[in-house]
């Protein structure tokens, strides 16, 4: 699962979802948040390519991994995901509406996210102190990948409580990105 592409990707959708359509917001009456939750779903629908190439590469590539019955429940991560993304994105809309320049200090924290997911090697690898590796698979951008691949790669139903993890990151990044969101919807545009 493209999982840091695809946060990296809706969190750059979000630092520019209300200063780039400011007449826009200005010249209708409209729920604002409409604006940031429809980039965050169409950077979900962009991303379905590449998670149907990725599933035929899965399958072509050598070691081939064979559709198993648990690439049934990749649908639940792809949607847990994009809650997680869409909370995100609300949070981050209001937080560079005003200030602009905080999206600098957000693309290195989004790099922080993703290098630290394992993306591109096993958190186990390189770090032995079990503190640091329990604080590092609390990164939501690792649970989403590790549940992506213990469905694809190892054809496993992962335990539920990663599931609930993952769960309590898409729902709480949500409230708290709506609620932040709403605090500040008379603003938007009238700058």
Do not use: C, K
Not at 28 to 51: G, H, K, Y
Not at 109 to 127: E, K, N, P, Q
């Amino acid at each position: 699962l493209s999982a840091p592409a695809f946060t990296a990707s809706s969190m750059r959708a979000g630092l520019g979802a209300m200063t780039g359509g400011r007449n826009l917001l200005r010249a209708f009456a409209f729920p604002r948040a409409v604006v940031p939750l429809s980039m965050a779903l169409r950077e979900t629908l962009n991303q379905i390519p590449a998670l149907v190439s990725m599933a035929v590469m899965l399958i072509v590539l050598p070691p081939h991994a064979l559709p198993r019955w648990s690439w049934l429940l990749v649908p639940g991560v792809v949607v847990l995901a994009t809650l997680f993304n869409s909370g995100l994105v609300l949070f981050l809309a209001r937080l560079t509406s005003h200030v602009p320049d905080l999206s600098v200090v957000i693309g290195m924290i989004t790099r922080l996210l993703v290098y630290g997911s394992g993306v591109m090697f096993s958190l186990d690898r390189f770090i032995t102190h079990p503190q640091w590796l329990a604080v590092l698979t609390l990164n939501p951008v690792y649970v989403i990948l590790d549940l992506a691949r213990q469905l694809l790669l190892d054809g496993i139903i992962p335990p539920v409580h990663q599931w609930a993890l993952l769960g309590v990151w898409a729902v709480g990044s949500l409230v708290v990105g709506f609620v932040y969101f709403w605090a500040g919807e008379e603003g938007y545009g009238r700058d």
